[in-house]
């Protein structure tokens, strides 16, 4: 193939045109494997979706290489190759999630007839370890899969020189000079800290930090209103630690708002103290390490103090972008987010250069979706495929104590798209019948779908509240991808006695008024 374009091109991206540089020929010495630092591609960032990128590459026999580099937390936490997921994200978080339910269900058994203990408690640094342990088998299992396929790995931080050349910092502190055809940037984020308040950094913690803790975390205080905030408060109330949130405005930003609400209601009729419409002012720590908190209420303006033996901070996510020197490159980022802006091919304003993941303008922050746009990309610059990533009805879920699970759009959204008139929504409340021996009151347990009035009435989005969300949700998100209608919806007959059949079953409708509690079998 020849690289070499020999005029400046204009190009049209998110509604500004820019300029496509001509590409310098970089390819002879790839071919004749005269420099051994030239490449077909480099990945810089070895979470998901760039090792996903790097070993679909691979296997059409181009010469790529990954560069990971893991910058200590404010509090000193590394980790190794695989990215937020693996080592501080959905991974940990599950396990400890699962943990917390375990928990749960030592309640539950004794209704069922079982003879168990009280006062059961859980070793915190015996979870850790245990949790550890299976993130550390995880990088290696990634290393292997780079060595297997050929992928070259470099434990070394990235930047570029010019658009087609990288300096690579090793951890020995060693430079190297990389270059190649094409690049793509999946350097993913880190959690947020509000550096305006004082103590927050020196003595905050985040969800880079509180699934590899050596010591418990006690008393705690989680700040924020994200699903990661959520999340963290869930598994430490369900772990037996006194956890309270802190929400200065609406939980789960962008998610339906009365799923979400529901979702809250839940916490904190289950053990999760909530510290509503108030934000931290500053955070002090005292002779013992004990850490004395004022914090303010948005709406009156009082002032309260309280102590907490950890707060973790858990208030969003920016991408790392700022020591990628992208302005070398030509790689325009968004002036407030400082996301790379790319176009529905995932190419930057650099045409040889690409984005994926969390770094990327408006793609939703999930580890599948990451993977998939990856993959993809690969397959279009190395195998011929034409095929781009679609961002439409991607499932997700929630693991708070009572899980979340939702595809396509919310109640709000789907009003403000096709106007309320056109909007039916069916809905049920529900009681799991494994909550029924325990006498759990779950009166949150609830569902509905939102779609359009007329016709066979599409599916626009799908809410669930209840357990095992994520595995209830997921066979629906396929229905969605192929149409799903209401009609094809209430024409299913459902599995029994399970949670998911309630989907399939419901019939009211919100305009009707009528009581949407299910009874009976």
Not at 334 to 343: F, S, V
Not at 458 to 477: K, R
Request: with cysteine; glycine share 10%; charged share 20%.
């Amino acid at each position: 193939m020849n690289f070499i374009r020999h005029s400046v091109r204009l190009k049209r991206i998110g509604g500004h045109l820019r300029t496509r540089q001509p590409v310098k020929n970089v390819s002879r010495s790839l071919s004749n494997g005269q420099d051994s630092h030239e490449y077909d591609l480099i990945v810089i960032g070895g979470g998901s979706g760039g090792l996903a990128c790097s070993k679909e590459a691979a296997k059409y026999g181009k010469k790529v290489a990954v560069l990971d580099y893991v910058s200590p937390s404010s509090q000193g936490s590394i980790w190794g190759l695989g990215g937020t997921c693996v080592n501080v994200g959905c991974i940990p978080k599950k396990l400890m999630h699962q943990a917390a339910l375990l928990g749960e269900s030592f309640k539950d058994a004794k209704h069922f007839g079982w003879n168990v203990p009280e006062n059961i408690t859980i070793s915190w640094e015996a979870l850790v370890k245990a949790v550890q342990n299976h993130v550390k088998s995880l990088n290696w299992g990634h290393r292997v899969q780079l060595h297997d396929k050929k992928v070259e790995y470099l434990n070394a931080k990235g930047s570029f020189l010019d658009s087609h050349t990288i300096k690579a910092v090793l951890k020995n502190g060693t430079e190297k000079t990389l270059r190649a055809e094409n690049f793509v940037i999946a350097v993913g984020g880190r959690p947020r800290f509000p550096k305006e308040v004082p103590g927050a950094v020196e003595y905050g913690i985040s969800s880079d930090d509180i699934f590899s803790l050596k010591k418990s975390p006690g008393k705690t205080l989680v700040v924020g209103a994200s699903y990661v905030a959520l999340e963290c408060a869930g598994f430490l109330t369900g772990l037996g630690f006194d956890t309270s949130l802190m929400m200065r405005s609406i939980p789960l930003r962008g998610f339906d708002q009365q799923m979400a609400q529901l979702t809250t209601d839940y916490m904190e009729n289950h053990g999760t103290r909530f510290l509503k419409q108030c934000v931290p002012v500053r955070i002090d720590k005292a002779d013992n390490g004990l850490l004395h908190v004022t914090w303010k209420e948005s709406v009156t303006g009082e002032s309260h103090q309280e102590t907490f033996e950890t707060v973790l901070f858990a208030i969003g996510r920016d991408p790392e972008t700022s020591q990628l020197n992208l302005e070398s490159a030509g790689v325009q980022v968004h002036p407030q987010t400082k996301k790379i802006l790319g176009n529905n091919n995932e190419q930057t304003t650099a045409s040889h250069i690409y984005a994926i993941g969390d770094v990327l303008e408006h793609r939703p922050e999930l580890t599948p979706v990451a993977i998939r746009a990856g993959k993809l990309l690969a397959d279009r610059l190395f195998g011929g495929s034409d095929v781009t990533m679609d961002y439409s009805k991607v499932a997700t879920t929630v693991f708070t104590p009572l899980e979340f699970g939702t595809v396509g759009l919310s109640e709000e959204k789907a009003i403000e798209s096709y106007g309320e008139d056109n909007i039916e929504v069916y809905h049920a409340f529900y009681k799991p019948l494994e909550f029924t021996v325990p006498e759990r009151h779950v009166e949150q347990c609830y569902m509905k779908a939102v779609c359009l009035r007329e016709g066979e009435q599409e599916v626009l989005g799908l809410h669930f509240l209840g357990p095992n969300a994520g595995e209830v949700i997921q066979g629906f998100a396929a229905a969605m991808r192929c149409g799903l209608t209401y009609t094809n919806l209430s024409s299913t007959v459902g599995i029994h006695p399970t949670c998911a059949e309630e989907v399939v079953k419901m019939h009211i409708t919100k305009r009707s008024g009528d009581d949407p509690t299910v009874t009976g079998c």
